[in-house]
């Protein structure tokens, strides 16, 4: 059974960085790609961005590009997503997903396997 479990959210003042964390059992993270997605209260689930099992990082709205970035440990089993520069409008719960397979959609789609979600919150 998958299993992620996402972390590290909070409360981080405009300008300031997080680092969220998905951890997984059931599955090798090195073998599939992962995906971050959020939702605001009152807003459509948004993709944030996805990591290919070969590295390769997509970004799927403009607002995050030069602030957020994905990367894996693959000893921890765990995907990471760094986000700097904090804005207001970043708040919202963030998840992430996966769906088994080693390559990123080329739009945000609905994925198999997902986590609770972790709370992120910055204040204006």
């Known amino acids: 059974q998958v299993q992620l479990v996402e972390s590290g959210g909070g409360l981080v003042q405009p300008g300031g960085s997080l680092r969220l964390s998905c951890s997984a059992s059931g599955i090798t993270l090195a073998y599939v790609a992962i995906a971050w997605f959020r939702q605001a209260p009152g807003k459509e689930r948004e993709g944030v961005s996805c990591?290919?099992?070969?590295?390769?990082?997509?970004y799927w709205p403009d607002s995050v590009k030069g602030r957020f970035t994905v990367s894996r440990d693959n000893t921890k089993n765990t995907v990471y997503l760094q986000m700097n520069n904090l804005k207001p409008e970043d708040s919202a719960l963030y998840y992430c997903?996966?769906?088994?397979?080693?390559?990123?959609?080329?739009?945000?789609?609905?994925?198999?396997?997902w986590g609770q979600g972790t709370q992120v919150t910055v204040p204006s």
């Open positions: 997903a996966t769906d088994r397979v080693p390559w990123c959609p080329r739009a945000p789609r609905n994925f198999a396997d």
């Open positions: 990591l290919s099992n070969g590295g390769e990082i997509t």
